[in-house]
C-alpha cells in the first residue's frame, strides 16, 4: 500500500480501502477478473477499451502490490502475461457488485454524472435548493 495507510488509525478503515481501490479503473478491473477470471492483458485491454495501456499496466501493478492481483509471466516468445485474483482480491466480489449495482442505478435515476456543472448544481445539472436561512 501507498501513503500513509499503515499509519491510518483503525477508525479510518475506509480511507484503506479507498488507498487501496481508489483509481480510475481499478474496481472495473477487478470486475473483469470477478466475471472471466484468469486473463491476459491484451484480453483485458480489450474488455476495457477506454483505458490506455499505460494506466492499465500502472493500475495492474498497484493492484498486485497491495495483494488482490497475482501477476503470471510464462517464458516463452511471444511472452505470455496472465493475472487472477488472489484471495484477498475475490473478497472484494460482494462489495463489486452492491457497487455496480449503484451504478447501475444511479444511471437509471439520475443520469449519467455531469463532470461540468458547478457546486452549485446536482445532478445533471439540477439546482440544489439553497440551505435554510440562506
Given at each position: 500500500?501507498?501513503?500513509?495507510v ?35 492483458f ?28 497475482v ?62 436561512g440562506?
Open positions: 500500500m501507498r501513503g500513509d499503515p499509519n491510518t488509525p483503525q477508525h479510518c478503515a475506509i480511507e484503506v480501502a479507498m488507498e487501496v481501490l481508489g483509481g480510475r479503473w481499478k474496481l472495473a478491473i477487478l470486475k473483469q477478473l470477478l466475471a472471466h477470471g484468469t486473463m491476459r491484451s484480453t483485458l485491454k480489450r474488455a476495457l477499451p477506454r483505458v490506455t495501456q499505460r494506466m492499465l499496466t500502472r493500475q495492474l501493478r498497484e493492484l498486485e502490490a497491495d495483494g488482490l492481483v501477476r503470471t509471466v510464462y517464458r516463452e516468445v511471444p511472452p505470455k502475461v496472465e493475472y487472477a485474483l488472489t484471495e484477498a482480491g475475490r473478497s472484494l466480489e460482494d462489495v463489486a457488485t452492491r457497487l455496480d449495482n449503484w451504478g447501475q442505478w444511479y444511471l437509471d435515476t439520475l443520469g449519467s454524472p455531469d463532470r461540468t456543472r458547478s457546486d452549485d448544481e446536482g445532478p445533471a445539472g439540477i439546482s440544489r435548493p439553497a440551505p435554510e440562506a
